[in-house]
């Protein structure tokens, strides 16, 4: 199979990897796109439309893609990774293989697997439907349950495999509330007889624009926000299900009988397997450490030869000793001990900062694989992270191309 | 005939019940589709300092049905108006109570002949109620 040089590889098509791509061109670099599915788009494929206007993800995604078809490689799943030479080799399952000076990860996130809640009677009784599930009848047009009817009660459950220790993921995946609201709002414009109750712990819609749609939840459609999170879904008379929580405001047990149960579930991360010995992870197992000076492009582990180390007359801090420098490959491989922030904190060398002193890494992060956040937080942070990618790339320090764009003297 | 206790009043609330009477005061007080929850009408209120009554908790007894024990809460209302004043979303909540005072009043012939239970609120016995609702 054929190999392919260039001087940015994306891992990813998803909104991510294709704005990173799309910035990166205009910036004139050489770019691949790798895609492990057969069509580019990633979860834009998977929605019927966006909050918090309603807009049709199709129309988003032609947008990005366009001008982008020759740098896709669709149905290319990395399988292998080295780096060599001053660049990263990357070998896909079809045989396929690219090299290239920097690596952007754009890898995204999976949907939690609701069946772990066993409570919540995911795969069990067939009126348990997950958010992604109503997307796709939103996408057919109907929503009905499964024995054909329009539902005429819905309950939504918030924080589905988010927020619970016990589903291994304790952290909030931010983009549910709306989500849950943006659906319930299409369900009641769908079948105005409809009555959707949400049970919710907080709302979190630090979004733009989505706390107007919770007030027009309520007040347009009438929507139901009761406070308290679902503790067990049983049969009930007919296709019916009677769910059992605690009205929290009002300090007392609660039911309700639903025709239809939504779970929004929360977002997982999916690190990419050959990566997993030199990426580091937080503590929620998404990429990154999370910190503002591990920032959005970073190395995973600082001193132990990281793929980039070997730029000209840089030296890595090792923790805890800044200026002590390691030789390229020296350990590379080493698996990320996590404690990059230990000693006195002088960790900085991918992305933060404008200083020149400390090394760079040339692999970088973008998108929703360094923990969950929305379409419009992915593609903001996608811009930047190209720009970092180009300054890396001309062997700029850091902010200067960004000031010298902007004609600032520093 | 009398076995020396009485069982409890289930504490279970049922979400499937009408909403009509809640409906019926949105058509009269649209604002009160806004409310959060937040809590800031209880924050301020005089009344609630004594009572434990608020009107986001009025607004929960009524969505949830709990007619009986919102008739005697909004008694303890002086309709000073503070929680309106202090309500980031606007609810009208004075006017609300007093939809919800006159609701009451105009249903409420009927079941203080048929509850003794109401008459007896009625005949200045208002402590003890509040007594028994915030133990209970």
Not at chain 1, 62 to 67: A, E
Not at chain 1, 82 to 93: I, N, P
Not at chain 1, 358 to 373: E, I, N, V
Request: contains cysteine.
């Amino acid at each position: 199979m054929h190999h392919e040089e260039a001087d940015v590889i994306i891992i990813g098509s998803g909104p991510a990897g294709l704005q990173a791509g799309k910035a990166l061109i205009s910036l004139g670099t050489r770019v691949l796109i790798l895609e492990k599915e057969s069509r580019p788009g990633g979860k834009l494929l998977k929605w019927d439309s966006l909050f918090p206007f309603g807009e049709d993800p199709a129309q988003v995604l032609s947008t990005l893609i366009d001008g982008l078809v020759p740098c896709l490689r669709t149905s290319a799943e990395v399988v292998s990774h080295s780096y060599s030479g001053g660049m990263h080799h990357l070998e896909t399952r079809g045989g396929y293989s690219c090299s290239a000076n920097a690596l952007v990860l754009a890898t995204g996130f999976q949907p939690f697997d609701a069946r772990l809640k066993e409570e919540y009677g995911y795969g069990i009784y067939e009126n348990v439907i997950t958010s992604v599930d109503l997307e796709k009848m939103f996408s057919t047009g109907r929503v009905s349950t499964k024995g054909g009817q329009i539902p005429g009660r819905v309950a939504m459950v918030h924080c589905v495999g988010s927020r619970d220790l016990k589903a291994g993921h304790e952290y909030c995946s931010s983009v549910c509330c709306i989500t849950g609201i943006k659906q319930a709002m299409k369900l009641c414009s769908l079948y105005p007889s409809v009555r959707v109750h949400h049970l919710y712990m907080d709302l979190r819609l630090g979004g733009r624009f989505h706390e107007s749609c919770y007030k027009e939840a309520q007040v347009k459609y009438r929507i139901r926000f009761i406070r308290g999170r679902l503790s067990e879904t049983n049969p009930g008379p007919g296709e019916t299900l009677e769910i059992r929580y605690e009205d929290t405001l009002a300090g007392k047990p609660a039911r309700m009988t639903v025709d239809l149960l939504v779970l929004l579930v929360g977002m997982v991360p999916e690190p990419v397997k050959c990566f997993n010995e030199i990426l580091h992870t937080g503590a929620d197992g998404f990429y990154g450490d999370g910190s503002i000076s591990g920032g959005f492009a970073w190395n995973g582990t600082p001193g132990n030869g990281f793929p980039g180390n070997e730029t000209p007359g840089k030296e890595i801090p090792e923790k805890g000793t800044p200026g002590k420098g390691i030789s390229p490959d020296a350990n590379y491989g080493h698996k990320s001990t996590g404690k990059i922030h230990n000693g006195d904190g002088d960790f900085r060398n991918g992305s933060a900062g404008p200083s020149g002193s400390t090394a760079r890494s040339s692999l970088f992060c973008a998108g929703a694989c360094t923990g969950p956040k929305n379409l419009v937080q992915s593609l903001q942070e996608a811009s930047a992270v190209a720009l970092e990618v180009n300054s890396y790339l001309r062997n700029i320090p850091q902010y200067e191309r960004l000031y010298q764009d902007h004609g600032i003297r520093i | 005939m009398e076995f020396g206790f009485k069982l409890h009043e289930d504490l279970l609330v049922d979400h499937d019940h009408s909403l009509k009477t809640y409906e019926e005061l949105l058509t009269r007080v649209p604002s009160l589709a806004m409310c959060m929850s937040c809590g800031s009408c209880t924050g301020t209120c005089v009344a609630a300092l004594k009572t434990g009554f608020g009107f986001r908790k009025f607004l929960v007894l009524l969505r949830n049905g709990s007619h009986r024990e919102l008739e005697q809460a909004l008694r303890y209302c002086q309709l000073c108006g503070k929680c309106w004043l202090v309500c980031p979303r606007g609810v009208n909540t004075r006017k609300a109570i007093i939809e919800m005072k006159a609701m009451y009043e105009n249903k409420s012939a009927d079941k203080i002949k048929a509850d003794p239970g109401i008459k007896s609120i009625t005949q200045g016995k208002a402590i003890h109620v509040v007594t028994q609702t915030r133990t209970g």
